[in-house]
Each structure stands twice: as structure tokens, then as C-alpha cells.
């Protein structure tokens, strides 16, 4: 009896720490499961939207749903492959039930899929916390079964929190299209749990195929490296494949192992704690900046979730809930903790920003190891490069095609007439035509836009292009929603706070513009920052430069600088440029032949026809720079009684104004008053051509190194009679000289206060 006590006291002491280790054991399996949940349902979600961006950027004429149809085809083939349906041996289950489950699933991956080409993945798994409520009702309309109260009581708190953690516009049809698209997974998914969970008799299983598992395993190891630079269809394949990969593990975790332990509606809601947990990990991998709001949306959701599990965890009767109180307060505490550390984190900065940290402004170009002599040769070559126009003008049928075409179509022959119009008025119209010709077709369909890096300095044909870029605008009917001129582009956090401003905004409705002018390779700081905003932005938006000069400095310009700049842009392959010269048209195909490029001249032009406002005070006003694109010459003597002044607009300060584009407004009047003070004009700045062809002020033009002036003049302007382009600083006299004289009684008369002296000796 003794003997038997002891063993039976043995036992039970047996018995009780097995069932404790059994405890502890199902509690540690529930946290990797929901861990291993969590990891796989992000990386296919990364995986699934970075495919659909990446192949709509790269062939864009294919529509996104196709793109949408192959992801889901990928994913729910790898599903069939690996995993399979099954039914009780002696359970009967009609065909619909059978089938119900793959049907489900395919309807829920489909508009998953498709509702992340309209909106962010963070937003598509938000609105997908409505899961539950779904499921529920469903649950309630297929068994008719009351809705329990914890289910009404969540139900608004979950869709409110839901809707302001969008953040989007019920106006916006994308936006609403993308919502409406998520919920429909969710009628999807929830068929198919509730079909699964039918009487517990169709289950899913993995298909012994220990060759097919280990694969699947082996490339995920490499799908997710960074393989880009290997091209654009290995990429796109790499991230099609790992996307499928990633969708059948998480799809397997979820429905083989911790749906067969919970209810359906319990495994909803865990569910809903994996997607909060996911939603972070997409803000902390940086493919979305919260905001406060959006993180108050969460906090609403969590508090409706919270709600509707605690009311499930205290029912009765619920099969998987022995265990479930302790992992759904596990689970709360983890998703609560990264809720409060990015909280704090947008707080006070410490979480990095979400685009690539900038490149170094200490010119870190120097530290490439390249090809010096072949590079060298080709910066020789492509700064020699000359384009003449024919000197006979197109024929009349030639001419007459040549207005009929959508300039987009030839991007290279935008120019075919221009160079033989001889009157400044008929000039500009052209020059408009042109532009708004290519312009409606490339960003015509936006209804919004966001222009980064204008000017406001004092040079002033910066800000005309500025004008001209809102003449623009405003002629296509594009709302400017946002702007920065380059010093505020350059502060700290602005275009992080211009990010979560473009949040509200789709590609599809929003174009992202980058300030035309002379600056492309030639000035690195306006390609690092242009570089800063890509890096922001590229991935959300299509993107087009307004017309821009390149600048090789005559040759001078260091090759690992020229290597650098190739390699930024490299990294955009789908930007839009826009070159306002043959030369830099031709040097562009060089150095970019992977992105769109098309001719237009320069957007201050958009301006139009200015008439004089005063009368002239010198005979000649000479426009002489003084910075690193002068050629440095010297001023010769004068020829004849004549009145000289020679000066840069840069000194003649402008008044100022409230705001940058204030001010980009008033400094472009200010120049075309500078430049009016002069019955002709001499210059070798850009835009006192063309300032002065607006104005219809004669002018004559020296070169600078760039040979800024020279190529758009052979580009665009050679067959104004009232623009001449000088040698020397000698012939630029003589010429100009020569229009006083042949033109005397049609230009305007001086003001001849300059004969009175206001200083008496």
C-alpha cells in the first residue's frame, strides 16, 4: 500500500508539472507562430507592392490590373502547388463547400492585390482590421446566429479608427477605390475561413513535397537581398517570386496552425493583433511615414479590437480559448509597446527617415575608382558636341504635317520650324505651342502637382522660369498644392513634411516637378538635391523635370563628379527630362539613356509678350556676368556718341515680397526692368535673350563656356532678326552699334536725364 502511495503521489506530481510544461510550451508556440505570422505577412506585402510599383513604372503601357492578375496568378499557384484542401474520410461535403475555400482565398489575394495600386500596403492591411466585423457577420448571416454585443460595440470604433488611419480623402476616387477593394478581401478571406471551420470538416493541408519546401525556403533567402542592380526583370522576377514565396508561408501559418486551435472569430482577431504588428513594421522599414492622426486611427482600432476580445475571451463554449486570454495579452502588450515606441520616436526623432540618407555634400565622387582615361575622352567628346540646324526651312507640306503631330511622338523634332520664324511675336506663340503641345500629354491628365527647388535669387532669369512653370500650370488646369524654393527644399525635416503632405495625393491624380534651368551635372548641389527629393519621392510618383541646360564646364568639369551625377539619376530610371538645347538633348542620351527625354525650350517662355512700361535710359545696356560662366572679357571702346552702361541684374536688388514664389514673381519683373533701361540690349546671360526677345528689345549675345547661348540659339531663336549672336566683345559693340544706327527711328527715344548732374563740384 506504502509502495502504491508513493507512486500514486508520484504521478499526480507528474501529471501536474506536464500539464504546466504543456502550458508554458503552448504559450511560447503561440508567440513564434504569431512572430513567424507577422514577418512572413509583411515581407509578401513589401514584396507584392514594391512588384506592382516596380513593373507600372518600368512598362507602364500595360495596365495595373494585369499586373495584379500575374502577382495573384504567382501566389495562388504556388498555394495550389504546395498546399491542398481535405475533408473527414466519413464526412460527405458538397462541391460548393469544397471549393468554397480556394475561391475565397483567390477573391481576397485578388482585391488585396489590386487595392495596393490605388493606395499605401499599410493602408490596405488597416482597412483590413475590419476583418473580424466581417467574419462575424457573415458567421451571423450564414448560421443565423445573433451578433454578440461585444460585435456592435467594436464595430464603429474598429471602421472609425480604420478610416482615420487612411488619412484619405473621400473625394479622391483612387483613394476610395483602393478602400472599397480591401474590403471586398475581406468578404473574400472571410468566406474562406468560415467554409474551412464548415462542421470541422474541410481542413487544408501541406502537400508532402519535401523538394518543393526546401526550394521555396532556398529562394527566399535570396529573394530578399537587394537585387536591383541586376536589372529590371530579374528584379521584377526576384520580387514576383519572393512575393508568392512569402504569401504561401504566412497563408500556411495562418490557416494550417493557428486556425485549427481558435474559432474563426478568434482567429480573426488575431489576425487583426498580426496586421497591427505588421503596420508597424512597414512604418519602421520606412514605406510610410504616420503621422499623429494615423497613429490616433490605430489607437481607436486597438481599443475596438480590445473590446471585441475581451468579450470572446469571457464567452462559453468557445473550442481554443483554454490558452487564449494569456496570448491575446502577450499579443497586446507587444503591439501597444511598438505603438508607444513610435510615439516617442516621432517625438524626438529617433526613428531614421524613410528615404536613404543623402548623399555626402563634401563631393564623396572623388572616392570612385573609375576609368579615368575613358571617361575623360567622353567628357571631351560630348562637350564638343555641335548641332547645326539645316539652313533651308522645311518644306510646306513638311510644315504643314509638323503642326498636326503630337509633339510627344517626335521627340526629337520639336524644333523643325522654330528656327526660321524672324518676329519676336510669332516666336513666342510657337515656342508655347510647343510647349503646352508635349506638356498636356505628359501631365495634362493630373489635377495636382508638387514643384521642388524653385528660384528666388537675384539672378534673374531663375525666377522667370518660375513665373513660367506657374504660367503653366495654371494654362494645363494643374492646382500647385505644394512648393519649395532650394534653400527651404535644403532645411532640415521639410521634405519629410512634404511627404506626409503627398500622402494625401495619388500618382495617378499628382505629378512631382523639378525646377528647369542651366544646373543638370554642371552644379552638383542641385543634383544631390534633387537626389534627396527622388529618393522620397521616385517610388510614389511619376516625376518631370522642367526644360534644363547640362553643363560639362567646357571640358573642365572633373570625370568622377560627371560618373556620380550618372550614377544618381541611374537610380530614377523613369523620370521625365526635358532639355532645352540640342546639345544637352544629345549629351542626355549619352549619360541617361534609360529615362524619357524630349526637346522643349526653355518654360519661361510661358511668360509671353511684355510691353514696355518705361522709356530707355542708355543706348546699350550691357548685361555682363560676373560669376564662373563668364568667359571674362573685357569692355572695348565705346563706337560713337553713344551711352553705355554695363552691368549684372544680380546688383540690381529687387523689392521683396512675402513669400519665395512672391518674390520669384517680382524679381522677374525687376529683370525685365533692367532690362528695358537699354534701347538694345548686350548679353551673356540665357535669359537676357530671352527676357529680351518678350520684351521685343533688339539684343546681340556672347557665348559662355557652357555654350548655353550659342545652342539654344541654334536650337530655337537663330531666325530672329532682331537677336545676333557675337564672337567677341568687339563684335558685340559693333552690332549692336549697327541697330542703333539702322533702327534709330524705331526704337524708342532716351530719357536724357543723364546729361544732368546731380553732384555740383
Known sequence: MTIFAVRTGYCNGCDKQDG?????????????????????????????????TISQEHIPWVPGLAWVCLATSAQMGLCLTLMKPAAKDNVAIGIIWRHLPVIGHLLGTLCSNYSMTFIEA????????????????????????????????????????????????????NHVSGIMLALLSNLGFGLRNIAMKYKSESQIKMRSCPALIFSILAFTSVAILDVHHFGRVPHMVFLLFSSSEFHVLYSSLSTCVVLKAVSVVTHAILNNMKR?????????????????????????VVLGLGVYTRGKVTSQGEVGTKYAKQI??????????????????????????????????REPYEKLTINISHWKSLLNRLDSITHVRPSLPPSPCASRAYYKWNLVDHPNQTDLCLPFITTSDDLITEMQRVQVNILQTLIGKYEYAFLFDINAFENKGDPAITVGEVYLLRRLGIQLVYYCSTFVCEESGILDKALSLSKHYSRENTIVLLHGGGNLIGYLQNDVLRDQILSRFYEHFNVLMFPQSIWLKGGRL??????????????????????????SFAIGHELFPRQKLFLVPDIAFQIGSISRFMSPIYDILWLKRGDDETLNYTIPSLIGNFTVHVADWTTFISPRGETSMENAFLQTSTGVMFLQRGRVVITD??????????????????????????????????????????????????LAVDILKKQKHSLPKLVAYNEVSERLP
Open 276 to 300: 497591427l504588428a505588421v503596420v508597424m513594421c512597414l512604418e519602421l522599414a520606412g514605406t510610410r511615414s504616420l503621422t499623429m492622426w494615423n497613429l490616433a486611427g490605430l489607437a481607436i
Open 122 to 173: 499599410s493602408s490596405t492591411i488597416a482597412v483590413r482590421l475590419m476583418e473580424p466585423i466581417t467574419t462575424a457577420l457573415l458567421d451571423a448571416l450564414v448560421w443565423k446566429t445573433p451578433l454578440p454585443v461585444s460585435v456592435q460595440t467594436s464595430l464603429p470604433l474598429v471602421v472609425t479608427g480604420c478610416i482615420i488611419f487612411t488619412g484619405q480623402s473621400s473625394e479622391n476616387i
Open 328 to 361: 491575446l495579452i502577450l499579443l497586446l502588450v507587444f503591439s501597444c509597446g511598438i505603438y508607444m515606441y513610435t510615439v516617442r520616436s516621432l517625438t524626438d526623432g529617433s526613428i531614421p527617415p524613410a528615404s536613404p540618407a543623402p548623399p555626402d555634400r
Open 558 to 583: 572633373p570625370v568622377h563628379r560627371m560618373v556620380y551625377v550618372k550614377e544618381i539619376y541611374r537610380k530614377y530610371p523613369n523620370i521625365t527630362f526635358l532639355l532645352r538645347d540640342r546639345k
Open 20 to 52: 504546466r510544461d504543456r502550458a508554458f510550451s503552448t504559450v511560447v508556440k503561440g508567440i513564434l507562430a504569431y512572430l513567424a505570422w507577422a514577418t512572413t505577412s509583411c515581407l509578401c506585402h513589401l514584396s507584392t507592392k514594391r512588384f506592382l
Open 685 to 734: 546671360r540665357l535669359h537676357g535673350h530671352i527676357l529680351s526677345i518678350l520684351c521685343g528689345i533688339p539684343h546681340v549675345m556672347l557665348d559662355n563656356p557652357a555654350h548655353k547661348l550659342s545652342s539654344f540659339h541654334e536650337t530655337w531663336t537663330k531666325g530672329l532678326s532682331t537677336a545676333m549672336m557675337a564672337t567677341s566683345s568687339e563684335q558685340a559693340l559693333k
